[in-house]
Structures are given as structure tokens and as C-alpha cells.
């Protein structure tokens, strides 16, 4: 995904000036090191489900102030420094647009992805 050319696209939307005064991009990346260990990671698996994703999705844009929200995941294997989830939430202040991307954040990763480290 381009980040840029998303944004650009979203700002294109007749309705966007009047309901977006924040927008907030997760860019999740392979880490080179496990979190739990921080052994070296050569490369790592990741499913998706994304009719998950999507359900959360359209959750968390009924959040207060939020306008839109856009989420891109790739499945496959990957190495350090790949990206592997974007999310762009757009909203009316910081404190929904926050709240509304942790909580995204949280929820897509804990219940939408499933990810095997591969050890060097």
C-alpha cells in the first residue's frame, strides 16, 4: 500500500474537510528479533484472516468522530524490515482517533493474525 497515494485518495472525498481534523497510520514491520526472546529472526510466516479484518474494520468506524478507516494486511512469509499491516484512521480529534486506532490495532493483531517466527 501506498501510504501517500491513500491518503490522497481519502482527502479526495467531498465529506473529508468537514470530518477529519487527524489521521493516524499504523505501518507494522518484521521485526529483525523475537519480542519474547529477542533471538534473531531470519524471516516469519503470517495468515490472515481478513474477513475478520474487516468486521473489526467496519466496527471501529462506528467509533465516535471517526470517519473512515483503511486496512491493508499481507499474508505470505517475510523478512526483517518488511512491510506486513497498514492502518489509516481518520477522524474528527486526537483523543477518538487514538483511541480508535489502539483499539483497532489490538484487535486485528490479537484476533485477524496468526505469525510463526523463523529462527536464523
Same mark, same amino acid.
Given at each position: 500500500? &501506498? ?14 474537510? &468537514? ?12 521485526r529483525?528479533?523475537? +519480542? ?12 490472515? &484472516? ?6 473489526? +474494520?467496519?466496527e ?12 491493508? *494486511? ?7 524490515? &518488511? ?6 484512521? *481518520?477522524? %474528527?480529534? +486526537?483523543e ?5 486506532? *489502539?483499539?483497532?490495532? %489490538? +484487535?486485528?493483531?490479537?484476533? *485477524? ?8
Amino acid at each position: 500500500m &501506498d501510504i501517500s497515494k491513500k491518503i490522497a485518495e481519502l482527502k479526495q472525498d467531498p465529506e473529508f474537510a &468537514d470530518n477529519v481534523g487527524m489521521i493516524l497510520v499504523h505501518n507494522g514491520i518484521v521485526r529483525g528479533w523475537s +519480542r519474547g526472546t529477542h533471538d534473531e529472526v531470519s524471516s516469519i510466516e503470517i495468515k490472515v &484472516d481478513y474477513d475478520k479484518i474487516e468486521q473489526i +474494520r467496519q466496527e471501529h468506524e462506528k467509533f465516535p468522530g471517526i470517519y473512515k478507516i483503511v486496512t491493508h *494486511a499481507n499474508e505470505g512469509v517475510f523478512k526483517p524490515g &518488511d512491510d506486513v499491516l497498514f492502518l489509516i484512521v *481518520a477522524g %474528527d480529534i +486526537r483523543e477518538n482517533v487514538k483511541e480508535c486506532l *489502539a483499539s483497532l490495532l %489490538d +484487535r486485528v493483531k490479537a484476533e *485477524a493474525f496468526s505469525k510463526k517466527e523463523i529462527f536464523a
